[in-house]
Nanobody
Framework: QVQLVESGGGLVQAGGSLRLSCAAS????????MGWFRQAPGKEREFVAA????????MYADSVKGRFTISRESAKNTVYLQMNSLKPEDTAVYYC?????????????????WGQGTQVTVSS
């Protein structure tokens, strides 16, 4: 079992930055792929970024590539999402997720565990 708790969301002006954190509990954290997803009002949940267990492999949605960075600190069982140059279209609830195995994935259904989400609002 893995429990995930996100934090770090808030209100920021366009062009600003935020860093989201996802604290994981459960002894299998280090062996899982971790991902960030987001869901805006009236839209489906979408992939943002993913990272493998070692932190060596990462993957990003085209919409955030070059602006967002995913990282993990296994000693703290924590995954981060550094978000720079934020845009109003980045406004959403951001979710942390975990899936077994080593393959990165963009598919919502392939992630087994989810956090409760944290709101990110970017004003224009």
């Amino acid at each position: 079992q893995v429990q995930l708790v996100e934090s770090g969301g808030g209100l920021v002006q366009a062009g600003g930055s935020l860093r989201l954190s996802c604290a994981a509990s459960g002894r299998t954290f280090s062996s899982r792929v971790m991902g960030w997803f987001r869901q805006a009002p009236g839209k489906e949940r979408e992939f943002v970024a993913a990272i493998n267990w070692s932190g060596e492999n990462t993957m990003y949605a085209d919409s955030v590539k070059g602006r967002f960075t995913i990282s993990r600190e296994s000693a703290k069982n924590t995954v981060y999402l550094q978000m720079n140059s934020l845009k109003p279209e980045d406004t959403a609830v951001y979710y942390c997720a975990a899936r077994p195995g080593v393959l990165l994935s963009v598919a919502v259904y392939e992630y087994e565990y989810w956090g409760q989400g944290t709101q990110v609002t970017v004003s224009s």
